[in-house]
């Protein structure tokens, strides 16, 4: 905001202690919001990045620079969250392959439409999808 009449100083609109509860309600959001690694990712990208410069000039740094525990508690959460959204992910391929092996195989040995069993012609000719 620009300075008040006769006044030289900056003037700001929120504190820096606004700026980092808003900062840290943003995360713990994505963190309780989060279904995917780029949410995790988004959230951690914004407690590392820097939040400029203080009115002294000397660098901020980023929150997670900050010692703060509520800070490291949260990142803490979310690398655990992280891990757990990629072992699900894991998971879940995994057993998206076995339904498709078994359908594969349930094709192929099951009866042709006629009730006759297929022959090796008609196994071999299915298409894998």
Known sequence: MPPEEGDA?????YSNEEVNQVVMSYAENLYNTATSTD???RA??????SRGIGKD???????ASTKR????????????KRVTIENQNRVNEKYNQE?????IFSDAFADNEDGKPKTFLE????EIS
């Open 69 to 80: 525990k509520d800070v490291s508690k949260l990142i803490g959460q979310l690398n655990s």
């Open 123 to 126: 196994r071999k000719n299915i």
């Open 44 to 49: 951690l990208k914004i407690l590392n990045s």
């Open 9 to 13: 100083g900056t003037r700001y609109m």
């Open 57 to 63: 000039g000397m660098k901020l740094g980023s929150l």
């Open 99 to 103: 339904q498709e092996v078994k359908s």
């Open 39 to 41: 949410e995790i990712d």
